[in-house]
């Protein structure tokens, strides 16, 4: 009601006195300090057209306000939609690059690192620490011994996991660090516990 009546009843149609359209700006917006802000005050609200044009300079203002804050919110937004997909597929790359599948199942059992020089190695990234290796079938369930060992059977890694079976199929699951190996020609083995070696060729990149 104080506002609609300040509309009305203090009619200056010749402008007397008043500040000019940058000072009623600066009002409204709170950019004009309160020390000239203060001086205008009285003749704001005893001016209809200076206290009209405040109000509407304010509107005007507010509604700027919220649609930079709304813009702002919706490039933070963005921002973050984009760094979570980049962050999503770079960890689903990283995944992928850390896990190594071995499918021995149609590869002959060999005995000792010399056995089936002329079959042709596995190719295996240095970076995989989780490897997942389909043995051969009618390898039974149970704890394997891993290891990767030169081609003179040196060893140079060692780990264990638990192979398991199903559709017919026995999978080993192991988690090892294989990147202190350098790249090159190499022999996987497995066994069980008190069974002799499985040897298998690899190649480490």
């Known amino acids: 009601m104080l506002g609609r009546g300040l509309l009305r009843e203090f009619p200056n149609p010749e ?5 000019d359209a940058t000072v009623l700006k600066g009002i409204a917006a709170h950019k004009l300090g309160l020390a000239d802000a203060e001086r205008w005050f009285d003749h704001i609200t005893s ?20 649609r930079t804050l709304l813009a702002v919110a919706a490039s933070v937004l963005i921002v973050a939609s984009v ?20 499918d021995l199942r149609n590869r002959s ?23 997942t290796i389909y043995l ?4 039974a369930e149970g704890t ?16 264990s996991g638990t192979a398991k079976l199903k559709d017919q ?4 699951y192991v988690a090892a660090n294989f990147s202190p190996a350098r790249p090159g020609r190499y022999v996987l083995e497995f066994r069980r516990a008190g069974a002799e070696w499985n040897s298998f ?4 990149r």
């Open 15 to 19: 402008r007397t006195g008043c500040p």
């Open 47 to 66: 001016c209809s057209p200076c206290y009209r044009d405040v109000s509407q300079f304010r509107e005007a203002y507010e509604l700027r306000r919220r």
């Open 83 to 102: 760094a979570g997909w980049a962050l999503a597929h770079r960890r689903q790359g990283t995944e992928y690059a850390q896990t190594a599948v071995l």
């Open 109 to 131: 059992v060999s005995r000792g690192p010399e056995s089936n020089p002329s079959e042709r190695p596995l190719e295996v990234n240095r970076a995989a620490t989780h490897w």
């Open 136 to 139: 051969p079938l009618g390898s």
């Open 144 to 159: 394997y011994d891993v290891r990767i060992v030169t081609l003179s059977g040196e060893p140079l890694v060692a780990t």
């Open 169 to 172: 199929v026995t999978s080993l």
């Open 201 to 204: 060729p690899i190649l480490l």
